[in-house]
């Protein structure tokens, strides 16, 4: 997803959101409702477990249904947060949305990169990652399980007389 502020000067990106149609007081607000919503929806996405997905979301990884999910529900909070706080029009709001969300995206992820809190539990989930989750070991020991063959058995008089 490229934005063109995200490779340019934050000036760059309040003469944008200027020119979408916020008023110079309302930048610095929208900016704030913008951080302090993808904050709150991220604590908790991850206190309700949806932790790869709402990571792929800060990343900017939407391409796996889970996570455009979340993404779509981030992007709805924060639109009506936006016309609720600033009063502005929704038409105006989805504009803000569109050229914000990108942004404060990006910064939110790192800053939680750089919290040491934050790096420990990363290291504990990349670790996590390579270790199979339950589905998979049941999926294992199926597939195993349905491998095997019965222990031949010797045939008997009675068997071979079934068979002629």
Do not use: C
Request: hydrophobic letters at 45%.
């Amino acid at each position: 997803m490229s934005v063109p502020f995200l490779q340019r000067s934050h000036a760059f990106a309040a003469q944008s959101l200027h020119r979408a149609g916020l008023t110079v007081s309302q930048i610095p607000q929208a900016v704030q409702i913008a951080r302090e919503t993808v904050e709150q929806w991220l604590q908790k996405e991850l206190e309700s477990g949806n932790t790869h997905e709402a990571l792929q979301v800060l990343k900017g990884h939407v391409q796996e249904k889970g996570a455009q999910m979340l993404f779509d529900k981030l992007k709805d909070m924060l639109l009506v947060r936006l016309v609720l706080h600033l009063g502005i029009k929704s038409a105006l709001a989805t504009n803000i949305v569109t050229l914000l969300l990108p942004f404060v995206l990006k910064r939110v992820y790192d800053l939680a990169r750089q919290n040491p809190k934050m790096q420990a539990w990363w290291r504990e989930q990349e670790w996590r990652q390579h270790m199979p989750t339950m589905e998979k070991v049941r999926n294992i020991i199926k597939e195993v399980g349905q491998n095997l063959k019965p222990a031949s058995r010797k045939t008997t008089s009675t068997d071979q007389a079934l068979f002629i």
